[in-house]
């Protein structure tokens, strides 16, 4: 039994891993991962989307009995409109659950954090209507820059690459499998002769679920490392099944 449990441990991703953690939990453990998911899901506001981010003002639509609009004004400048019920009591903006007054202080500067009901909301929220760099940091805490696909670290890549001389740099890319093929020529002359080269270029924030088959507006679950050239070979692939399928229902509609 301790031998499955590892076996199958080992083979989730490290979101479900780091969900998981401090449960108590039985085999099969694929039956948690799936309550777990479907929990996480039931908490949240359905999205099916083929936009990449969420619109703030969307999760606050449709406050329901018996609540109103309140407009929150933020440390930063920033605006944020949360739900109030008519007693007073805030709804989280990510869940809609109820906030507990102490974390909701009275006095002033207010943060973001204070308008969501937990740690887990907040990443959520943040992922979901933030920015590719915000993604970018939650995924690399979580998976350390490692594709999920062929498993290269692209951390260490990039920490090599940059501590060699451009002649150097080439002969190891290559060596590594970014060629001027997998990547891009453009890319690639980037990475061998530019000086001041950031990580970005080494790995993407891949989502699993593209955004054009309604993958967008989605938490790290839709998420993935993936290096550059499997992003590519991954894009590609991708681009031409779409252009197939839509040349097969154009013809289909003659």
């Known amino acids: 039994?301790?031998?499955?449990?590892?076996?199958?441990?080992d083979s989730f991703r490290p979101l479900w891993q780091r969900r998981l953690e401090h449960r108590h939990l039985?085999?099969?453990l694929d039956s948690e991962v799936v309550a777990l998911a479907l929990?996480?899901?039931s908490r949240a506001p359905s999205r099916l989307s083929s936009r990449r981010?969420?619109?703030a003002s969307s999760f606050t639509e449709?406050?329901?009995?018996?609540g109103g609009l309140e407009q929150v004004v933020l440390s930063n400048g920033a605006i944020r409109t949360q739900i109030v019920l008519s007693d007073g009591t805030r709804l989280c903006l990510y869940c809609r659950v109820p906030i507990t007054a102490?974390?909701?202080?009275?006095r002033r500067p207010l943060r973001l954090r204070h308008m969501l009901c937990s740690r887990e909301c907040f990443m959520e929220y943040t992922v979901r209507v933030g920015n590719s760099g915000r993604v970018r940091q939650r995924l690399f805490d979580l998976e350390r820059?490692?594709?999920?696909?062929?498993?290269?670290?692209c951390r260490r890549l990039f920490q090599v690459t940059m501590a060699l001389r451009p002649e150097e740099r080439e002969r190891h890319l290559v060596g590594s499998g970014f060629t001027p093929a997998s990547i891009g020529p453009k890319r690639f002359r980037r990475l061998?002769?530019?000086?001041?080269?950031t990580e970005g270029l080494f790995w993407e924030a891949d989502h699993i679920k593209p955004v054009a088959m309604l993958g967008g507006e989605c938490g790290l679950e839709n998420y993935q490392t993936l290096c550059i050239p499997c992003h590519q070979a991954k894009t590609t692939a991708f681009m031409q099944w779409r252009a197939q399928s839509l040349a097969l229902s154009k013809k289909k509609k003659q």
């Open 1 to 9: 039994r301790v031998e499955r449990f590892v076996r199958e441990w």
């Open 26 to 28: 039985e085999l099969p």
């Open 39 to 41: 929990g996480s899901v």
């Open 53 to 55: 981010w969420a619109a």
């Open 62 to 66: 449709g406050p329901g009995a018996n």
């Open 102 to 106: 102490h974390a909701f202080p009275q």
């Open 145 to 153: 820059g490692v594709c999920q696909r062929c498993g290269r670290d």
């Open 192 to 197: 061998v002769h530019q000086r001041a080269v």
